[in-house]
């Protein structure tokens, strides 16, 4: 099992940026954890934001951040990192770090992460 600590939210402006952490501990090696960020807006289902696998060589985003988000690692930290650029009001949401079970591959899918953090409050203002 994964612990999984997110950090690096805030209160912004549009068009500024923040880099959420995700810091993760336990005794399997974070390299065999494909990891995701998720976001919950008020309201509304907890979506899917982007996704990194284990190997490092394949990412995935959302349509609605590609181009604005990045998403990558640090084995060496045990860290997912989320670069985020242009944030929006629209990208207002608690963001979730969440891992899948070792040696799975990166998922869209919601449902398909198996380890959550506590999440990390973003707010962009107008």
């Known amino acids: 099992q994964v612990q999984l600590v997110e950090s690096g939210g805030g209160l912004v402006q549009a068009g500024d940026s923040l880099r959420l952490s995700c810091a993760a501990s336990g005794r399997t090696p974070f390299s065999t954890y494909s990891m995701g960020w998720l976001r919950q807006a008020p309201g509304k289902e907890r979506e899917f934001v982007a996704g990194?696998?284990?190997?490092?060589?394949?990412?995935y985003y959302a349509d609605s951040v590609k181009g604005r988000f990045t998403i990558f690692r640090d084995n060496a930290k045990n860290t997912v990192y989320l670069q985020m650029n242009s944030l929006q009001p629209e990208d207002t949401a608690v963001y979730y770090c969440?891992?899948?079970?070792?040696?799975?591959?990166?998922?869209?899918?919601?449902?398909?992460?198996?380890?959550w953090g506590q999440g990390t409050q973003v707010t962009v203002s107008s």
């Open positions: 990194l696998s284990w190997s490092g060589g394949s990412t």
């Open positions: 969440a891992a899948r079970r070792p040696g799975l591959f990166a998922t869209t899918a919601v449902g398909g992460y198996n380890y």
